[in-house]
């Protein structure tokens, strides 16, 4: 399965890149919600594990032209935020995202773990 790691910052990339291979997983990554539509119409991951606050286009306008674009619609789709707003929570789930995880209250392992479950691989 492969998983697609959308993550403005690049330390936080390859560390999640690196533990979510470590699961066996194949890893594709994407600096910004632009990169990561074009990536995702090329790669076909079976999850988006994507940031919220990106620059060009946010998380949630990525996965809203995710949703809307056939190739891309069935996509599973996880979104990391900084912000634990029940707004932001409610954006996320209007528009489609599996699981939303505020940063502060996860560690990698509950990422990982979440990842999983969403795709019932466990």
Known sequence: MK??????????????????????YDVVTAGDGEEALSVAVRERPDLI???????????????DIL??????????????TALSSDDQRARGEALGADRYLV??????????????EVLGDR
């Open 67 to 80: 949703r809307q674009t056939p190739e891309t619609a069935g996509i599973k789709v996880i979104m990391m």
């Open 49 to 63: 594990l994507s940031d919220v606050m990106m620059p060009k286009i946010s998380g949630f306008d990525m996965l």
């Open 103 to 116: 940063k502060s209250q996860v560690g990698i392992e509950d990422v990982v773990n979440a990842i999983h």
């Open 3 to 24: 998983i697609m790691v959308v993550e403005d910052d690049a330390a936080l990339r390859e560390i999640y890149g690196i533990r979510i291979t470590a699961e066996g």
